[in-house]
């Protein structure tokens, strides 16, 4: 089966660091996106990792372990306007398809 | 700036319409996607096309069917709309193979929030 799974909700403070984690089951792999959410709004994209390692990205970073089936989505001095879904998601081999998770809502609070 | 259209931003119908999605990319993309999206339930894969003329289905295709007569546009038809058909509706767009150095994943839509009741 296919299976992508993260946590439902996540609070952090103004100026802290988060870390989104994810873990994947999917039948084919070609590379893992994190997309960012807001309310009322289209994901629009974060990163893409196809490699095992850290990629950064200002004061956003995404992690990869293929053979852990794991990401992780991590966002420095956090500011209100990140309070958003963000969302993990697999890329099928082939490249066409890609399967979502069901988002992880961060609320940053004051 | 490059864009995803969606043709309605909201959209109320009744049970047993026939309802037209319409979406519409300037990126000369291969790829479209049609998704809808669920509180708890996230993105899910309604079809995909890769080219003009060809589909294929996603997970959920029940209930709907695509077109893609030309390049830029992907068109999404729900044949007889029910009340579970009530959704947000994504159509997204990406390049025919995503290299690891291009970076830029899918494009999206607005969204169209379709009610049926």
């Known amino acids: 089966g296919q299976n992508i799974d993260q946590p439902t909700e996540m609070t952090a403070t103004e100026g802290a660091i988060v870390q989104i984690n994810c873990t994947y089951q999917?039948?084919?792999?070609?590379?893992l996106f994190w997309y960012q959410q807001h309310a009322g709004e289209a994901p629009t994209f974060l990163s893409y990792n196809v490699l095992d390692g850290l990629e950064e990205k200002g004061r956003f970073s995404s992690f990869l372990s293929r053979s852990k089936g794991y990401s992780y989505l991590l966002l420095k001095e956090l500011q209100m306007k990140d309070s958003a879904s963000y969302l993990c998601a697999v890329l099928h081999t082939g490249g066409f398809k890609t399967i979502f998770g069901a988002g992880t809502r961060l609320f940053v609070k004051a | 700036d490059v864009k995803v259209t969606q043709s309605s931003r909201y959209l109320v119908k009744r049970t047993g319409e026939k309802v037209f999605l319409e979406c519409v990319q300037d990126?000369?993309?291969?790829?479209m996607f049609w998704y809808r999206q669920d509180p708890g339930l996230g993105l899910r894969l309604i079809y995909f096309?890769?080219?003009?003329?060809?589909?294929e289905k996603g997970d959920i295709p029940e209930g709907y069917s695509v077109s893609r007569e030309k390049k830029e546009r992907f068109s999404l038809i729900l044949e007889s709309a029910s009340t579970n058909q009530t959704s947000m509706y994504l159509c997204a767009s990406s390049p025919q193979i995503l290299e690891p150095e291009a970076n830029y994943g899918y494009t999206f839509g607005s969204g169209t929030r379709l009610t049926v009741v």
């Open positions: 990126m000369d993309h291969e790829n």
């Open positions: 096309s890769y080219d003009v003329k060809m589909k």
């Open positions: 999917t039948s084919g792999f070609n590379g």
